[in-house]
Nanobody, 116 residues
Framework: QVQLVESGGGLVQAGGSLRLSCAAS????????MGWYRQPPGKQRELVAS???????NYADSVKGRFTISRDNAKNTVYLQMNSLKPEDTAVYYC??????????WGQGTQVTVSS
């Protein structure tokens, strides 16, 4: 069984910063890709950023230059540093991990609210 536990969400004013963390635990050999998705109120879930085990990153256009994804392979943990936050970044943020030889797993979600 694989578990993803997220932390770091909260309420912040526009222009502020937050850092999300997601730690994977359980029995597995490794993690191929880790990523962050978000689901704004009344909208579909969308990819925010992803990172491979080798460190290659991919970002949604809406967050490029403001968000930075990173990971610690030894700790099976992925981070999302969010700077210059905007009200439109308000959403539930979900961690995702593609486990080697297994399926994708999701975290429980963490709320990020940006006030104007």
């Amino acid at each position: 069984q694989v578990q993803l536990v997220e932390s770091g969400g909260g309420l912040v004013q526009a222009g502020g910063s937050l850092r999300l963390s997601c730690a994977a635990s359980g029995s597995f050999f490794g993690i191929n890709v880790m990523g962050w998705y978000r689901q704004p109120p009344g909208k579909q879930r969308e990819l925010v950023a992803s990172i491979t085990s080798g460190g290659s990153t991919n970002y949604a256009d809406s967050v490029k230059g403001r968000f930075t994804i990173s990971r610690d392979n030894a700790k099976n943990t992925v981070y999302l540093q969010m700077n210059s936050l905007k009200p439109e970044d308000t959403a539930v943020y979900y961690c995702n991990a593609k486990i080697v030889g297994m399926l994708h797993y999701w975290g429980q979600g963490t709320q990020v609210t940006v006030s104007s």
